[in-house]
């Protein structure tokens, strides 16, 4: 990078929240130090849920310097990055998950270029999750298939692609193809679950949004601000490591966990929904994704795709995952429909 295209870029905030994340968090600080960007523009914002494994050393000890914050409610990790954005001073900041690893040292360019070169787009992803051969196979099935959920999935709402093909097949009109990104313009009716997993966006945007650390939805700022017709996204030919599991027994509990403490916790909060009851596209969706996973038959239909695509026996847990999501959330909302009902006959 010459001295000229250092001096054009703009100051970046980045914020990270973690909570007991000391098995991933020292590569992603070694991935952050190592970026090709002058650190003078650079802000690590760490909002961290008390945790007790170790990880406030780690922050401590790196070499970066960072900005480390006890959260206000440290088991929200939504609120978290709502207090993180009100802390950033950065023109552009940076939404990088305790699990991301960035897989080059000009990753944060190569994310805000699109938005220096085109004042109209809020923010940029990656298309794609990383693939890396030699990861656990729970790992390389997401990066795969392009989602750790199969909900989100099925009703046609993840942002990163599937390996299976190599078009834009996600929400959005594409409007405008460059050689390292394109342009993807959403609207209320087709927006995707973006905001996380190395996301960039511009700061004073996001601000428009109900940004404040108690309505603070990765997916949902984003979408408030379509109202002021801030629409249009970059898509960025390249790739975030997403080191999210280590078995699939392990990582189906936390989605339980997820859906019940936060998700269904502050579900009448949300602007976005996953899941829109009143979309009769959602409704079929999730149809489908029941069908799909009780009967296994479409699921494995997909895998056999993926594997002729690209070959790797992580395909097959396609089947296994989504039978098992399935399972999962419907125990979850019966847990909910349970405590209701106890709620109501003891009051």
Same mark, same amino acid.
């Given at each position: 990078m010459?001295?000229?295209t250092?001096?054009?870029l703009?100051t ?12 991933? !968090?020292?590569?992603?600080?070694r991935? $952050?130090? %190592?970026? /090709?960007?002058?650190?003078?523009k @650079?802000?690590?914002?760490i909002?961290?849920?008390n945790s007790?494994d170790?990880?406030i ?15 206000k409610?440290p088991?929200?990790?939504e609120?978290?990055?709502g207090?993180?954005?009100h ?21 944060f360019r ?11 787009i ?7 999750f990383?693939?890396?051969?030699k990861?656990?196979y !729970?790992?390389r099935?997401f990066?795969? $298939?392009? %989602?750790? /959920?199969?909900?989100?999935?099925? @009703?046609?709402?993840a942002?990163?692609m599937s ?11 594409v409007?405008?193809?460059?050689k ?6 959403f609207?209320?009716e087709?927006f ?10 511009r700061?004073?945007?996001?601000l ?6 108690n309505?603070?939805?990765?997916i ?7 109202k002021?017709k801030?629409?249009d996204?970059?898509?960025v030919?390249?790739?975030?490591i997403?080191d ?6 392990p ?7 997820y859906?019940?403490l936060?998700y ?8 976005y929904?996953?899941f ?13 994704f ?12 997909i895998?056999i795709?993926g ?6 026996i ?9 039978f ?13 429909l349970?405590k209701?009902?106890f709620?109501t006959?003891?009051?």
């Open positions: 010459n001295n000229k250092k001096l054009s703009p970046l905030s980045v914020i990270i929240v973690t909570k007991n994340n000391r098995r991933t !968090l020292p590569r992603l600080l991935n $952050i130090e %190592s970026q /090709d960007y002058p650190r003078k @650079l802000e690590v914002i909002v961290d849920g007790t170790g990880t050393d780690l922050i401590k000890s790196s070499r970066l310097k960072i900005k480390l914050v006890f959260g409610k088991n929200d990790p609120t978290c990055k207090e993180g954005l802390l950033a001073k950065g023109e552009m900041v940076a939404l990088i998950d305790s699990d991301n690893y960035l897989p080059n040292n000009d990753w190569k994310m805000v270029t699109p938005l220096l070169e085109d004042k109209n809020v923010g940029s992803f990656t298309w794609r990383a693939y890396r051969k990861d656990i !729970l790992n099935y990066s795969l $298939i392009g %989602s750790a /959920d199969p909900v989100g999935l099925y @009703l046609g709402k942002d990163k390996y299976i093909s190599d078009k834009w097949t996600g929400f959005g009109s409007i405008r193809d460059e390292d990104y394109f342009v993807v313009r609207d209320r087709h995707p679950t973006l905001g996380s997993n190395g996301f960039i966006a700061r004073k945007y996001l428009k949004g109900k940004s404040d650390m309505n603070f939805f990765h949902d700022v984003p979408f408030d601000i379509l002021f801030l629409s996204y970059a898509v030919r390249d790739v975030v997403h999210t599991a280590i078995a699939l027994f990582y189906v509990i936390k989605r339980a966990r859906m019940m936060h269904q916790k502050r579900s009448s909060e949300r602007r929904k996953v829109d009851p009143a979309r009769t596209q959602d409704i079929i969706g999730v149809i489908l029941i069908i799909f996973s009780c009967t296994f038959i479409q699921p494995f239909y895998s795709r594997y002729l695509k690209k070959p790797d992580a395909w097959f847990i396609h089947p296994i995952f989504c098992s999501i399935f399972v999962t959330y419907i125990v979850a909302i019966l847990i909910k349970f209701g009902l709620m006959f003891t009051n």
